[in-house]
């Protein structure tokens, strides 16, 4: 499978250990990192180009899935899921980092770099890695949901509207 890692700079500790672990599990690893080729590069890159990037490489399906490692877990969640056809949440337990897989497909993996310990975080990702998605009801709710996105991209002109 091919996985994106991405973290700001201050998590890229946790960014390394993450790629030495997917690599171990015979996963194809494309690590993003603060020191892309943009405006905003290094150590105060905002967490959130890097979760763009990640999510788009998802969305775009040039990579399977997605890790995002920033202080919360919460600001990178929040921009991936702004790009059509990413499913992003934070996991926090093995319970968490199962169910998102089996019931929602999660294509990205939101993790939380200030207040989790790596061993913690090495778990939480092989779970998820594991996991398969169940399907069935489940499946019928993502529908829903890939319908939504859809809906959402329409341009404005393409919109239903009454006439002026």
Do not use: Y
């Not at 405006?39 to 490489?57: I, K, N, R, Y």
């Not at 921009?79 to 019931?103: M, W």
């Amino acid at each position: 499978m091919r996985i994106a890692v991405g973290s700001d700079e201050r998590h890229a500790p946790l960014r390394a250990n993450l790629v030495e672990l997917l690599d171990r599990l015979g996963q194809e690893v494309v690590e993003i990192s603060g020191e892309a080729d943009q405006e905003d590069t290094g150590p105060d890159c905002p967490p959130t180009d890097v979760a763009e990037q990640v999510a788009q490489l998802v969305g775009n399906q040039e990579v399977e899935r997605g890790i995002l490692v920033c202080g919360s877990d919460l600001g990178g969640c929040i921009v991936a899921n702004k790009i059509p056809g990413v499913r992003a949440a934070p996991c926090h337990d093995d319970l968490t980092a199962e169910l998102s897989r089996r019931h929602n497909d999660l294509n990205v993996l939101c993790l939380c770099g200030d207040m989790h310990a790596e061993k913690l975080i090495d778990r939480l990702v092989e779970i998820w890695l594991t996991t398969p998605f169940e399907a069935g009801r489940h499946a019928r709710r993502l529908r829903k949901v890939t319908a939504f996105e859809q809906r959402r991209e329409q341009p404005a002109d393409q919109a239903t509207s009454p006439a002026s």
